[in-house]
């Protein structure tokens, strides 16, 4: 990113990591409630907006427009259920994916590429072995393979690996953790410590790959 666009959108960022890590207060405290909502969105909310201020092609407004639909996603899951919630962060994925996939890595090791082919697979047995045989768990199976996917996508992509791609991996195990606790392979009292930081650093990650590495091409992000 120009010297320039990093000072003039740097104090979003900020925010947004304020927002974002504060929020571990109402997770330790157990708060509710519609103040509690919007303090919940405005991390991933605040990143999106910092995006988005810096997007000037496609690619940064597809970047831009992941990170909003994934805040949205964070406020409908409390303010109206888990399925609303799902739809929001599945469109999300969706528009992720395609971000990733339009900016696939030109060389790979054979290392990278097998993690990149793994992850869906691999995510399919945990969550299995987790959650079945009760009722539903294919549900939580499907969404958590458009995770993976999005996942693989960022890991495979030109975006930093360090950043974007180990970010796309926390935020899956993330979900992961949280289907662990709603199964009871592990204590939701475990789990608590461990979702919203995990989701949190990923998709701040995520966002700090993606919008620097198009900014310094000078494509998708002012210069």
């Known amino acids: ?13 900020w925010l947004a990591l304020l927002g974002g890590i504060s929020f571990m207060i109402a997770v330790f405290q157990r708060l509710d409630g519609p103040a509690i909502w919007a303090w919940k969105t405005s991390g991933v909310g605040l990143l999106a907006i910092w995006a988005a201020a810096n997007a000037r092609e496609k ?4 970047i831009a427009a992941a990170l909003g639909f994934g805040a949205l996603g964070d406020y409908l899951l409390d303010a109206k259920g888990l399925e609303t919630g799902a739809v929001a962060f599945f469109i999300g994925h969706i528009i992720a994916i395609t971000l990733y996939l339009n900016n696939r890595r030109a060389q790979m090791t054979a290392s990278q590429r097998l993690l990149g082919w793994l992850t869906m697979p691999a995510t399919l047995a945990i969550v299995w072995g987790m ?18 996917a999005m996942a693989a996508a960022a890991w495979t992509s030109r975006f930093p690996r360090y950043r974007t791609g180990i970010g796309a991996m926390l935020f899956l195990a993330s979900d992961l953790f949280i289907f662990a606790g709603e199964g009871g392979a592990l204590s939701k009292d475990v ?4 979702v919203w930081p995990l989701y ?3 998709q701040a990650l995520i966002a700090w ?4 590495t198009l900014g310094k091409e000078g494509t998708g992000v002012a210069a």
């Open 1 to 13: 990113m120009g010297e320039r666009s990093r000072d003039r959108a740097r104090w979003l960022w």
């Open 191 to 194: 789990t608590m410590w461990l």
């Open 200 to 202: 949190f650093a990923g």
């Open 131 to 148: 959650l079945s045989p009760a009722a539903g768990w294919w549900h939580a199976a499907i969404y958590s393979l458009f995770v993976a």
């Open 209 to 212: 790959g993606a919008v620097s």
């Open 59 to 62: 690619d940064g407004w597809l």
